[in-house]
Antibody
Framework: EVQLVESGGDLVQPGRSLRLSCAAS????????MHWVRQAPGKGLEWVSG????????AYADSVKGRFSISRDNAKNSLYLQMNSLRVEDTALYYC???????????????WGQGTLVTVSS | DIVMTQSPDSLAVSLGERATIKCKSS????????????LAWYQHKPGQPPKLLIS???TRESGVPDRFSGSGSGTDFTLTISSLQTEDVAVYYC?????????FGQGTKVEI
């Protein structure tokens, strides 16, 4: 059974940093691209970033480019999102999501974790 | 970026009746090289993560009831729930994967 378990969400002040983690199990992690997708309170889904199976290709939404960094450790079956210079508008539930294929990033998203909540507020 | 626009924003349908959700992309998401539309549909219930329903505009994911169907091509797509059940109450999103950034429609809330 595929499982994606996010952690690291917290309440932080604007301008601070936070690192999200996602532990994957139930599938061959290094065969697939992985993504982060967020949902702000009362809003829709917004793709944040994606990374291919071997970390060779990475993409970001313009809203986070230069501030967020996605990475993965295939030996640990883990995905990460380093979030710097956080803004109030980054407040959201962040989902770790499995891509359907190994490449990044034109892909559909076939399994989602439960999400971890990031709140940016002073 | 490809903008995805869904209609309506919400709809109320009686049990057993048909629900139809439209999705329009600002650019063509069809590729003639493989004859595919790069369009997916998701179901999002409160307190749960989104669930993939359909890929390639019309291919149902394994385990998805056959009352869910997707159609359309190019820039205009439709998700149809042929006979609405109580468990279908959710927000539905379309998503294009033709190009990065991946983009979603704003969502359509389906109620009984």
């Amino acid at each position: 059974e595929v499982q994606l378990v996010e952690s690291g969400g917290d309440l932080v002040q604007p301008g601070r940093s936070l690192r999200l983690s996602c532990a994957a199990s139930g599938f061959t992690f290094d065969d697939y691209a992985m993504h982060w997708v967020r949902q702000a309170p009362g809003k829709g889904l917004e793709w944040v970033s994606g990374i291919d199976w071997k970390s060779g290709l990475i993409a970001y939404a313009d809203s986070v480019k230069g501030r967020f960094s996605i990475s993965r450790d295939n030996a640990k079956n883990s995905l990460y999102l380093q979030m710097n210079s956080l803004r109030v508008e980054d407040t959201a539930l962040y989902y770790c999501v499995k891509g359907h294929s190994s490449g990044c990033c034109s892909d559909w998203l076939d399994f989602w974790g439960q999400g971890t909540l990031v709140t940016v507020s002073s | 970026d490809i903008v995805m626009t869904q209609s309506p924003d919400s709809l109320a349908v009686s049990l057993g009746e048909r629900a139809t959700i439209k999705c329009k992309s600002s650019q063509n998401v069809f590729t003639s090289s493989n004859n595919k539309n790069y369009l997916a549909w998701y179901q999002h219930k409160p307190g749960q993560p989104p669930k993939l329903l359909i890929s390639w505009a019309s291919t149902r994911e394994s385990g998805v009831p056959d009352r869910f169907s997707g159609s359309g091509s190019g820039t205009d797509f439709t998700l149809t729930i042929s006979s609405l059940q109580t468990e279908d109450v959710a927000v539905y999103y379309c998503q294009q994967y033709y190009s990065v950034p991946l983009t979603f429609g704003q969502g359509t809330k389906v109620e009984i």
